[in-house]
């Protein structure tokens, strides 16, 4: 189960808190039933554990987050395939003027190994790992920066989902889906620019230089991962609707 903090306060920037925040993920147990940090909304299963800063505040000019996500296990004994590391911001219109980039993937050893990024939209990311280059057990940052081009309340949502050979999801002892999900809700005062990847439609470019190569997708497989994504919205729907 996940708990989430509507705290209205902005629970500090990086630097020290960030720290602390992975030190105190990074030590909760795989069987965690409950887990709780002040000022984040934060999720914990047999998966792993994610958390987000609560609430952001947008003043004219694009702002930096931190995703921390620390996988208890990739569940390798049941054939997955795939991790998909999914951050976006959806709108009931289907528009969006929430424009991000992922300026970090890594863990303190160095980057994720990345072997398809999909950023055809500016308001969404989608990050997808070979299980065999998984970092299991050590806290992975996702670094963003993130524009709103609109004054209002958004919120940046992120999904972490494992995936078999057919990019079908895999599922937990308890036979929900493998996911991880977390958001922020971003208050703008006053919009600020867009922001660009630096990145093309489903290239790993730009990024800031955050994210490392792995080997690339055939291309039928890349039929099959719309599949995926498509699994993966109706999963983001659902949680969205529960939060």
């Given at each position: ?13 990086m630097g ?19 887990c709780s ?207």
């Open positions: 189960m996940y708990t989430h903090h509507r705290a209205l306060r902005r629970a500090g920037r020290s808190v960030i720290v602390v925040l992975i030190v105190a993920v990074g030590s909760l147990p795989a069987a965690a039933q409950g940090v002040a000022g984040w909304n934060t999720q914990c299963n047999q998966f792993g554990t994610i958390a987000m800063e609560s609430q952001r505040d947008v003043r004219g000019a694009p702002i930096d987050l931190v995703v921390s996500v620390t996988l208890h296990t990739s569940f390798s004994d049941r054939d997955t395939r795939w991790l998909l590391f999914s951050v976006r911001n959806v709108t009931d219109d289907g528009g969006s003027p929430v424009s991000l980039a992922v300026t970090r993937f890594a863990t303190s050893s160095g980057p994720v190994v990345t072997t398809k990024v999909d950023h055809e939209r500016p308001n969404e990311a989608n990050l997808w790992v070979h299980v065999l280059d998984a970092p299991v057990g050590a806290p992975i940052e996702i670094g963003l920066r993130v524009g709103v081009s609109e004054r209002g309340a958004f919120r940046l949502e992120t999904l972490v989902m494992a995936f078999d050979r057919g990019y079908t999801p895999v599922r937990q002892d308890d036979g929900s889906e493998a996911s991880l999900f977390s958001f922020t809700l971003l208050g703008v005062n006053q919009a600020s620019a867009s922001v660009s990847s630096g990145g093309g439609p489903g290239s790993n470019g730009g990024f800031g230089g955050g994210l490392l190569s792995g080997k690339k997708l055939p291309g039928p497989e890349l039929v099959a991962l719309a599949g995926g994504l498509g699994a993966a919205a109706l999963v983001a729907s659902r949680l969205r609707r529960d939060a």
